[in-house]
């Protein structure tokens, strides 16, 4: 468990999906403690459940979270960061840093929102991050100072890996990293299906196919090797890896991806666009 390494407020707005994986991944690795944490949502049972499960300070009054973060997030669907921020904006301290994690919305358009002169950063996490595993790709307009971008980048470090990166590649994280998962689930899925074919059950099938992913993935970032070298390795001649990767060469599977991959891409640049 990582130490925690700051003594500020961090602040939710909206507590869906991602907000909630980044408050658990927080509290699981010990970067925060749940005191430190105060989180808002319409919804006030869903905001009960998430109170008593995390023990964290929860309210329905937006304006109340922006008033005591140091680190806000937008945790919010983009097509309500227009009117979140209009609510909240004479709230935001000058020296609070606002974390935009929504897809679609530049750090140019949260400042327009604001109006006013506003530390802004804007990452990309991903769903992995609940299990300290998540990928992060992170940017900051020029307010915010060196000490504030290092501390930034080390909380969303206690919930996996971070990367700074220029805005032009926000939509690359996403494509590579924040919506991959989904896609890299259906492989699991479909993995798990061909054991199941065999006769292996179900359950058995997802730890045997989840845990190939894990260790490939974890053997691409520990050796620096190029993927295509770890797959060439594998492959024996004439044995049943090569007979895998034929298969799935002629079946598309590389392909299908890469066109996943340049879909989310390019909706993420229209989303930029609206």
């Known amino acids: 468990m990582k130490e925690k390494t700051m003594e500020k407020t961090i602040g939710f707005i909206g507590s869906g999906n ?35 499960e995390l023990g964290i300070r929860t309210t329905t009054h937006n304006p109340e979270v922006a008033k005591q973060a140091d680190i806000l997030f937008l945790a919010v669907k983009p097509n309500l960061y227009d009117a979140v ?33 506003v530390k802004v950063a804007r990452a990309m996490p991903n769903i992995p991050a609940l299990v300290g595993e998540g990928m992060v790709g992170l940017c900051f307009n020029e307010l915010v100072s060196t ?71 974890k053997m691409v970032l520990e050796t620096g090797e190029h993927p295509g070298k770890l797959k060439d390795d594998v492959c024996s001649p004439g044995g049943t890896t090569i007979e895998a990767v034929a298969t799935a060469e002629a079946m598309g599977l590389r392909s299908a991806i890469l066109a996943a991959v340049e879909a989310s891409i390019e909706k993420s640049k229209n989303m930029e666009q609206a």
């Open 85 to 117: 921020i209009e609510e909240v904006r004479a709230n935001v301290p000058e020296e609070t840093v606002v974390v935009n994690i929504a897809a679609g919305k530049s750090i140019a358009s949260i400042e327009a929102a604001f109006g006013r002169e």
């Open 147 to 217: 000490k504030e971008q290092a501390e930034i980048a080390q909380l969303f470090a206690s919930l996996g890996k971070v990367e700074i990166i220029p805005e032009t590649l926000i939509s690359a994280v996403i494509g590579a990293s924040g919506s991959s998962p989904a896609i890299l689930y259906m492989v699991i899925e479909a993995m798990a299906d061909g054991a199941v074919r065999a006769g292996m059950p179900r359950q058995q099938a997802y730890t045997f196919a989840a845990q190939a992913m894990l260790g490939s993935a």
């Open 18 to 52: 991602m907000g909630k994986a980044i408050i658990k991944g927080l509290l699981k690795t010990g970067f925060a403690t749940a005191d430190q944490i105060i989180a808002s949502r319409r919804n006030e049972a869903a905001l009960e459940q998430l109170a008593q």
